[in-house]
């Protein structure tokens, strides 16, 4: 198992960055491919972006490639998600999402195994 713990989130105004992290424990993070959703009030959990097991591949859902990057320090045990250039729209609770396997991209949400609690960015117009 692996406990994941989010934090970064916070408000900000448009055009702003925000660099959220998620912490894991409990288990070898190397083996554990990632992502990050987002929910936003009265919507649905959607994908924003995912990392592979080595760091070396990563997908972006289209609103954000160009703005957002994720990365990760195994070493450090930690997932990052670095939001640029934010929108109105990317407010929403954050979520990071931990998959043990193979080493791929993983886009989808019901395929990941252990979730955190989550971290609320909120982007003011």
């Known amino acids: ?5 989010e934090s970064g989130g916070g408000l900000v105004q448009t055009g ?8 894991a424990s409990g288990s070898t993070f190397s083996r554990y491919a990632m992502g990050w959703f987002r929910q ?3 919507k649905e959990r959607e994908f924003v972006a995912a990392i592979n097991r080595s760091g070396d591949n990563t997908r972006y859902r289209d609103s954000v490639k160009g703005r957002f990057t994720i990365s990760r320090d195994n070493a450090k045990n930690t997932v990052y998600l670095q939001m640029n250039s934010l929108k109105p729209e990317d407010t929403a609770v954050y979520y990071c999402a931990a998959v043990y396997g193979s080493d791929y991209v993983e886009v989808r949400g019901g395929m990941y195994e252990y979730w955190g ?6 982007v003011s117009s």
């Open 1 to 5: 198992q692996v406990q994941l713990v």
């Open 16 to 23: 702003g960055s925000l660099r959220l992290s998620c912490a």
């Open 40 to 42: 936003a009030p009265g």
């Open 117 to 122: 609690q989550g971290t609320q960015v909120t």
